[in-house]
Structures are given as structure tokens and as C-alpha cells.
């Protein structure tokens, strides 16, 4: 019996953590965008990740070739609304100061002002709070190293469609 209810318990966990996360929800994971620029197998998958191991403020928030670094796992906090990097857990997901189209995104010590804040919008994007801004693949280019951005949020924007597998 308890090993019936381990499995189940797995089965609904890995499930909910393919659905869209809900505001208030939290998470651990990769952030993937759905948008790959080419067909598979073409394109290898890509993650959000920081540019570097070592950490400090403005450190770029890229999109990387997948693999199994922390500078890849995020955690978001749907308490706070503060998404970071596993291991740079002082350092939260920053939008910069005055954030518009086009600000990049990065990583700064974590602060709960606005330009750290997100919440779930809809099916797979992330919005910044008080803004109508989402996290966004700049231009749609999946080179490994180009740096995010956030762009007024557009549901029907692949740039802007993240999956968190488990």
C-alpha cells in the first residue's frame, strides 16, 4: 500500500510540475523556452541559465545549452514572487532599474523591490510586478549566451512561452 501511494504521489508531483505554475505556487527547476528557433533535432534544448559560477551583481541571465549545472536550476518563490538561481540563492532575477522593452535581464542581490518580483501570467510566461513586462528571448535568437530580456507581454509570443519540466 505505501508503495502505491509513493508512486502515485511521484506520478501527480512530475505532473504538476509540467503544468503552468499558478500565482503563489513554488518551484524548483529549469526554465525552458518553448520557442527552439529551428526544428529538433537541429536545435539542442535550451535553458535559461547565469553566465558565469562565480557570483555578483549584474551577472547576465542567458539562454545556455542545457546540462545539469545549478547556474540552470532556478527556484521560484510564489510567496515572495522572487525567482533565483540554485546556489545563487542571495541573488534574485533582476530587471534593472526603470525596466522597458528591451532591459536585460540579471542577477542582483536580492532586495523584494519590484524589479525582482514575478508572478505566473497565464499558461507559461512570467510577468514583472507593476509592469505589463515578461520574460522574453531577445529577438528569438537561442545562441548560446545571447542574454534575456523582458518586453511587454504578449500571451501570443513564443519568445516569451517558458516550460518548468520536473
Known amino acids: 500500500m505505501l508503495t502505491k501511494l509513493f508512486a502515485l504521489t511521484s506520478v501527480l508531483a512530475a505532473l504538476a510540475a509540467a503544468a503552468p505554475l ?3 505556487e513554488s518551484y524548483i527547476g529549469k526554465f525552458i523556452p518553448l520557442y527552439s528557433g529551428a526544428t529538433p ?3 539542442p534544448r535550451m535553458c535559461m541559465a547565469v553566465s558565469e559560477n ?19 536550476q532556478w527556484q521560484f518563490q ?14 534574485c532575477l533582476d530587471a534593472g532599474d526603470s525596466p522597458s522593452d ?13 524589479q525582482q518580483t514575478w508572478t505566473p501570467n497565464g499558461e507559461s510566461t512570467f510577468k514583472l510586478s507593476e509592469t505589463d513586462l515578461c520574460i522574453d528571448l531577445t529577438d528569438g535568437n ?14 501570443r509570443n513564443v519568445n516569451q512561452q517558458w516550460r518548468t519540466p520536473s
Open 54 to 72: 562565480n557570483v555578483q551583481n549584474e551577472l547576465p541571465v542567458v539562454i545556455a545549452e542545457c546540462d545539469q549545472s545549478k547556474k540552470q
Open 78 to 91: 510564489g510567496f515572495s514572487g522572487n525567482l533565483f538561481a540554485v546556489g545563487f540563492e542571495k541573488h
Open 142 to 155: 537561442v545562441a548560446d549566451g545571447t542574454q534575456l530580456q523582458v518586453w511587454t507581454c504578449d500571451y
Open 22 to 24: 499558478a500565482p503563489g
Open 41 to 43: 533535432p537541429d536545435t
Open 102 to 114: 528591451g532591459s536585460k535581464l540579471q542577477l542582483r542581490e536580492c532586495a523584494l523591490i519590484p
